[in-house]
């Protein structure tokens, strides 16, 4: 049982556009939500995150979304690039279980030139 | 820069091996996790280590063991290789405890067992 929805499995966008990556989770004693990229033959890296007390967090191109009530949360990649191709997870924590990260089950975002 | 090194990137074994696989991290982190990453599944966490010689079970560490003798490695353990293993393992760090510490990750595993 996933703890951390995730869709869609796969993206195919134009450059210069959005690409919407949806989460949603059960646990409400989440508090923390970051986003991983992953290129091809390379680990996950930090790419973005977001604490429950702030709707949204933008950083460059990329934006979090956070729904406290809904449970939800999304990351916008805007004018999307080629670039930005990528394997995308979100995941969640909270302070009792320290550390440790529930994954979602990744979206493969390709962007066509 | 962190620097998470794996000691493989490709390993085909044979059912009922034992398997090892190896992570070492040079930053002096206090944390580390082994994960198994699957297709629609994301990453799931077999075993993490708050530090030298402690472990915790994850999600899923049936079929596997962990060591951690120095506090720069992390080794997992196959003890008897199944098909159902076949997958890509990764191998995290993090420098302390807090829920918001970023995890490093290496660049992973992929472990073919026939």
């Known amino acids: 049982q996933q703890q951390v929805k995730q869709s869609p499995q796969s993206l195919i966008v134009q450059k210069g556009g959005i690409s919407i990556i949806n989460c949603a989770y059960e646990?409400?004693?989440?508090?923390?939500f970051p986003w991983y990229q992953q290129f091809p033959g390379k680990g996950p890296a930090l790419l973005i995150a977001i604490r429950p007390d702030v709707s949204e967090k933008k950083e460059g191109r990329f934006t979090i979304s956070f729904n406290k009530s809904a449970k939800q949360f999304s990351l916008h990649i805007m004018d999307s690039q080629p670039g930005d191709s990528a394997t995308y997870f979100c995941?969640?924590?909270?302070?009792?279980?320290?550390?440790?990260?529930?994954f979602g089950g990744g979206t493969r975002v390709l962007v066509k030139p | 820069d962190v620097k998470v090194t794996q000691s493989s990137r490709y390993l085909v074994k044979r059912t009922g091996e034992k398997v090892f696989l190896e992570c070492v991290q040079d930053?002096?982190?206090?944390?580390m996790f082994w994960y198994r990453q699957d297709p629609g599944l994301g990453l799931r966490l077999i075993y993490f280590?708050?530090?030298?010689?402690?472990?915790e079970k994850g999600d899923i560490p049936e079929g596997y063991s962990v060591s951690r003798e120095k506090k720069e490695r992390f080794s997992l353990i196959l003890e008897s290789a199944s098909t159902n293993q076949t997958s890509m393992y990764l191998c995290?760090?993090?420098?302390?405890?807090?829920?918001?510490?970023?995890?490093?990750f290496g660049p992973g595993t992929r472990l073919t067992v026939l």
């Open positions: 930053m002096d982190h206090e944390n």
């Open positions: 280590s708050y530090d030298v010689k402690m472990k």
């Open positions: 995941a969640a924590s909270n302070q009792a279980a320290g550390n440790k990260l529930t």
């Open positions: 646990n409400t004693a989440f508090d923390y």
């Open positions: 995290a760090s993090s420098l302390a405890s807090g829920s918001t510490d970023t995890q490093y």
